[in-house]
Nanobody, 127 residues
Framework: DVQLVESGGGSVQTGGSLNLSCTAAGLKFDAYAMGWFRQAPGKEREAISCINYSTDFIQYTDSVQGRFTISRDNSKNTVYLQMNKLKVEDTAMYYC????????????????????RGQGTQVIVSS
């Protein structure tokens, strides 16, 4: 079975930074695109960022562009999300996800094609 385990969440003040990690097991990590999404209470899931298997294509949603950076280390089966200049509206549970198929692309509504997900890590940003 595929396992995705997120870590690195916490509570910070506005303007602070956090670096989330997601370590995968049970899949050929370097063949799958990886993404991050978040969900706040009472709100829909929001796809944040996606990185393809070879790291030559990265996508960000507009609300985090320029503040968040996604990266991956295929030797460690880990994907990261560096979050800077955090805002109160970034408060949510953050999840990582793996693409359903090998060599899937981070295009269009990519989250719909990423069924393997972790349990999440909580991020709280206070003013």
């Amino acid at each position: 079975d595929v396992q995705l385990v997120e870590s690195g969440g916490g509570s910070v003040q506005t303007g602070g930074s956090l670096n989330l990690s997601c370590t995968a097991a049970g899949l050929k990590f370097d063949a799958y695109a990886m993404g991050w999404f978040r969900q706040a209470p009472g709100k829909e899931r929001e796809a944040i960022s996606c990185i393809n298997y070879s790291t030559d294509f990265i996508q960000y949603t507009d609300s985090v562009q320029g503040r968040f950076t996604i990266s991956r280390d295929n030797s460690k089966n880990t994907v990261y999300l560096q979050m800077n200049k955090l805002k109160v509206e970034d408060t949510a549970m953050y999840y990582c996800a793996a693409s359903n198929g090998q060599y899937d692309a981070c295009t269009g509504s990519w989250l719909r094609r990423f069924d393997r997900r972790g349990q999440g890590t909580q991020v709280i940003v206070s003013s």
